[in-house]
Nanobody, 114 residues
Framework: VQLQASGGGLVQAGGSLRLSCAASGTMFNTNFMGWYRQAPGKQRELVADIDFRGDTRYGDSAKGRFTISKGNAKDTVYLQMDNLKQEDTAVYSC?????????WGQGTLVTVSS
């Protein structure tokens, strides 16, 4: 299973970005897909995830500003990030959990400038 993330980049504070993640390969009963992030010197933290029923979960820093959604294509997920803050600067990694294990993508860098 490979996870291809895209959409990161440089944005000014208050701006928006949309991250995309598409999974390829053979998945067995995908349970959820989501995004984690890791800023320099900090632990990895949950941004948001969405399960096979469409139920969502958000980290505290993402609530009210970020929206996770499924794409029309199978095993595709988007993260709409609005009102970005400098503290959102991090490497954002896509993850997928199927029946057997959890997979991780390489990550995409999001940099928010003042």
């Amino acid at each position: 299973v490979q996870l291809q993330a895209s959409g990161g980049g440089l944005v000014q504070a208050g701006g928006s970005l949309r991250l995309s993640c598409a999974a390829s390969g053979t998945m067995f009963n995908t349970n959820f897909m989501g995004w984690y992030r890791q800023a320099p010197g900090k632990q990895r933290e949950l941004v948001a995830d969405i399960d096979f029923r469409g139920d969502t979960r958000y980290g505290d820093s993402a609530k009210g500003r970020f929206t996770i959604s499924k794409g029309n294509a199978k095993d595709t997920v988007y993260l709409q990030m609005d009102n970005l803050k400098q503290e959102d600067t991090a490497v954002y990694s896509c993850t997928l959990q199927d029946f057997y294990q959890q997979y991780w993508g390489q990550g995409t860098l999001v940099t928010v400038s003042s």
